[in-house]
């Protein structure tokens, strides 16, 4: 009897071990796992840097890491992280999608200094793509109000790049009407009733152009126009706009999951290793502007670097323009009926 005792009693440990052992965190072991959490363009870049990554992660502490991808339009995912899509890091088309996941409680505070240049290790801009030859001669932003034009473009409530979209036009028509906020709230109308499809992203809406044939002019990031142009070179060009804005994508370690995961260490690195030259460079190759302006110099003939640019501090920061023109009942609802 009592060695039927002992018996169950070593039974018991056993199985308590191995539960605890099935609920260690994505941390433990000589295999990590960490989730990002990104937006739709990002695709091909962040393919080729997590192997850049891994190859990095192996030499420096020995072990082997899984990097799990999630795309789609920025404010979407934004919110799915809040509602429990379990992202270690994410790197997000806008500080404000960010600061929503922050305000939820899921990254402390101080997240935008975490890393260089506002934890903005890359940014990008908007141009046109349009079709080869630009039969509409379509040159600025006052071409896309004419009634032969049809646009494409994502919808601002669930894309970061369409926010961008948004922002430039806006700087552009008020850059031209002495800042008359009236006129430019009809110039912003009239071009979204050129809008032809209001996609949810930023890819979605380069595949209805692109793809799908839709629309004369695709309002789009920098680095997508010519991934669309790498793609297709006898298909579209590049028509950059007298007024555009900097784009600064974001990315922040998701704290209180890393933290539950015990991967820590790993996201936070792996944030930072987007600032090293060779990513810097990678960064470049898929179209994005390096925040390291000596590397980027080093792609002046790829990029229009003249391009007179705005940026989100003439709107009084993101959520000051979150406020005025991207919430419910906000100046794009207004406008687009």
């Not at 999630?70 to 790197?91: K, L, M, P």
């Not at 997000?92 to 999608?97: F, G, I, K, V």
């Not at 630009?134 to 790049?161: A, C, H």
Request: charged share 25%.
């Amino acid at each position: 009897m009592k060695k039927r005792k002992t018996a169950l009693i070593l039974a018991m440990a056993l199985a308590a071990l191995g539960l605890f052992t099935g609920c260690q965190s994505e941390g433990s072991g000589d295999e990590l796992k960490i989730t990002n959490v990104s937006y739709d363009p990002t695709r091909e870049l962040y393919t080729e840097y997590n192997t850049l990554f891994q190859k990095h992660w192996k030499e420096k502490t020995g072990k082997e890491v899984e990097i799990v991808q999630s795309h789609g339009g920025s404010g979407a995912q934004a919110r799915s992280v809040i509602e429990g899509n379990e992202a270690d890091v994410v790197t997000l088309a806008l500080e404000h999608d960010i600061s929503a996941i922050a305000n939820a409680g899921l990254i402390e505070k101080n997240w935008l200094s975490e890393f260089d240049s506002d934890s903005s290790p890359y940014t990008s801009t908007i141009v046109f793509l349009v079709r080869k030859g630009n039969e509409k001669n379509i040159r600025d932003w006052n071409d896309l109000i004419r009634d032969d034009v049809e646009v494409i473009t994502p919808n601002p409530k669930t894309s970061g790049g369409a926010c961008w979209n948004f922002l430039a036009a806006w700087a552009y028509s008020q850059k031209t009407n002495g800042n008359n906020e009236e006129q430019t709230k009809e110039f912003m109308k009239k071009l979204y009733q050129n809008v032809l499809v209001l996609d949810s992203g930023a890819r979605g809406a380069t595949n209805t152009f692109v793809e799908n044939k839709q629309g004369d002019v695709l309002l789009a990031w920098e680095n997508e126009a010519y991934l669309s142009l790498k793609q297709y070179p006898d298909d579209y060009e590049i028509v950059s706009p007298s007024v555009s804005i900097l784009a600064q994508p974001s990315v922040a370690v998701v704290d209180s999951i890393a933290k539950k995961h015990g991967t820590e260490e790993i996201s936070s690195e792996y944030l930072k290793q987007l600032y090293s030259d060779e990513a810097q460079r990678l960064v470049a190759k898929h179209f994005y502007r390096p925040s390291n302006q000596k590397i980027l110099s080093e792609f002046k003939d790829q990029f229009d670097l003249s391009m007179k640019l705005v940026t989100i501090n003439d709107f009084g920061g993101w959520d000051a323009a979150y406020e005025k023109y991207f919430d419910d009942g906000a100046i794009f609802d207004q406008i687009y009926q």
